[in-house]
């Protein structure tokens, strides 16, 4: 099973830029599909993007879609969630997660067998 390893995240103000990733290590890290879930707080885990094993195909919520931008390093073990134009509803833990397909990524976190440690992402106004 493949582990990851959480980065990045801070404070910023409406309309900036922000990236954070996850390393993985352990298992072989291109088997498997990547996601990106978020927790705001009182609220439960919801789906951000997810991308499958070779990064041939990318899906985003729609509150995402347009903003967020995911992609994956096989060869570093890396993936990558760019964030642009944030605004203060972005505020939350932010997650990344695998679970090993060769097929296609999926937007229900009971899918997903290994998680990051939560990444705190805070815009502010």
């Known amino acids: 099973q493949v582990q990851l390893n959480g980065s990045g995240g801070g404070v910023v103000h409406i309309g900036d830029s922000l990236g954070v990733s996850c390393a993985g290590s352990g298992d072989s890290f291109s088997r498997y599909a990547l996601g990106w879930f978020r927790r705001a707080p009182g609220e439960d885990f919801r789906f951000v993007g997810c991308?499958?094993?070779?990064?041939?195909?990318?899906e985003y919520a729609d509150d995402a879609r347009g903003r967020f931008n995911i992609s994956r390093d096989n060869v570093k073990n890396m993936v990558f969630l760019q964030m642009n134009s944030l605004k203060p509803e972005d505020t939350a833990l932010y997650f990344c997660?695998?679970?090993?397909?060769?097929?296609?990524?999926?937007?229900?976190?009971?899918?997903?067998?290994?998680w990051g440690q939560g990444i705190r992402v805070t815009v502010r106004v």
């Open positions: 997660t695998a679970h090993s397909s060769l097929d296609s990524c999926g937007r229900t976190k009971e899918m997903y067998s290994s």
């Open positions: 991308i499958t094993w070779n990064g041939g195909d990318v």
